[in-house]
């Protein structure tokens, strides 16, 4: 009986627990699955015959190695940076490694020893990164196969409120983890635009976000987006040295773009311990956090009106509920009131003027603050569906014309623990596993998933689970 560990148990690992184990009785396997929150655990795999529950502090060096040592094959679903500790040990006792994160430093200097060991360590292997590399290498090797040369490509991806359940001023729901919402971007962007090298800072990431259009076999899609940390390095591994644009980038809802800057604006995304929550509120929170940012005077210059005018609207706005909250325009006001409508929509949503819910961090940031308030406001619900949305548009030349393809994927969650999420993010992972335990990938050393032996029988198996990409050519 083959031995399948995975750490981790949180919300990403839903459905590939539920793969895992639907594919144990048919393989012979044991999914063991590790984790800090043993309840956890047995929620996820209902005390199945073919599951074990393990408690375990990854920091727990014996009981980590005893853990991997009896392993046939590693999933981690950890924080990024814990990998290296479960990657050392799959080194020592000789087992592959896969993960749905970014390659780092620490597992690019261990190449030499994973091929010496005849390991695969294959990572991102989740949804972005993962499905995106496929679903993109896919698309561009066909292109190329045919005598194609692109000129143009763009990624997006997203995971977005599914519109059913859009029910808040920010049109946007938690699916996976919080702190990440509100880190990100914080690194800034570098991508390809018409053959210039573009570098965006974090301040400007949200500004004037642009927005793309398109439609699939049912419905029409309208999406702001913000790149991506640095697309350059996928240009080489993409095998795209004459490509003049070509950038990765995140998807929200327009409403969304416009809110998290000005988030970013009032310094709410600021990491620097400098505010003593304990038995405090969310509106005692942002009035005391208002008061030393001047939002008076923020305000002010968002609506470019004297002060007395915005003082004006905010004491109308205390007065209604924010849910229903409208403004008439003045000749003062214009078109800038709407914009004034939905900051404040959204602040008073995340508990401006909350008096019953207490924060009790201890002394943090205000970016603690901040994920406290988006864990509690924009939480999925129950009976909450989450949706996965993925665009890929390639411009390329053949027969010295210009041709366009959009190929897009969107996946819906059936409820806030069954996200699309978790479909998008776990399955890969699962189906890989599968693959790598049954001899169909036979790949050494470190990789993510550019090739046609990785990328093909996965993305088969990928369309079975209902995971297929919608394509539009030219102008059909």
Known sequence: ???????????????????????????????????????????????????????????????????????????????????IL?????????????????????????????????????????????????????????????GGEI??????????????????????????????????????????????????????????????SFSDNKNSYKFGYYPNRNSLPYIDLYQLKNVQTFVRTTLRYPEFMDGWNNIIELNLTDET?????????????????????NFNEWLDKKLSVPFAESAKILEEIKSVDADHLKMEKTDLLTEKMEVANLILKQLYFLGMDDNKTFINKGFCSPADVLQFALEKKLALQKNDKDMVVMLHEIEYKLNNEIHTVKSSLVVKGEDALNTAMAKTVGLPLGIAAKLILNGEIKLTGLHIPITKEIYTPILKELKNQHIEFYEVHDGE
């Open 86 to 146: 479960i990657a050392k040990d799959c080194i020592q006792f000789s087992k592959s490694l896969l993960t749905a994160s970014y390659i780092d430093d620490g597992l690019k200097s261990m190449d030499a020893e994973i091929k010496e060991k005849g390991l695969i360590f294959l990572c991102e292997m989740g949804l972005d990164p993962g499905i995106d590399h496929m679903s993109a290498m896919e698309l561009i090797h066909s292109i190329i196969e045919k």
């Open 273 to 293: 311990p400098s505010y003593h929550s304990d038995e405090k509120t969310l509106m005692n929170f942002f009035k005391d956090y208002f008061q030393k940012q």
């Open 151 to 212: 000129t143009s490509f763009k990624s997006h991806c997203g995971g977005l409120v599914a519109p059913e359940s859009d029910d808040n001023p920010w049109h946007y729901k938690i699916s996976w983890n919080p702190r990440n919402v509100v880190l990100a971007g914080k690194a800034g962007a570098i991508y390809l635009e018409e053959g210039a090298i573009i570098e965006k800072k974090y301040q400007d990431l949200f500004k004037n976000a642009e927005t793309v």
């Open 1 to 83: 009986m083959k031995n399948i560990l995975l750490f981790g148990a949180g919300k990403s690992a839903t459905v590939l627990i539920q793969y895992l184990l639907s594919e144990a009785e048919f393989n012979n396997w044991m999914i063991t699955v590790a984790d800090a929150n043993l309840d956890l655990i047995l929620e996820k795999t209902k005390s199945h015959p073919k599951s074990k529950a393990v408690l375990s502090d990854i920091n727990d060096e014996q009981k980590r190695s005893e853990l991997i040592s009896s392993a046939d094959i590693v999933i981690s679903m950890m924080p990024p940076a814990l990998h």
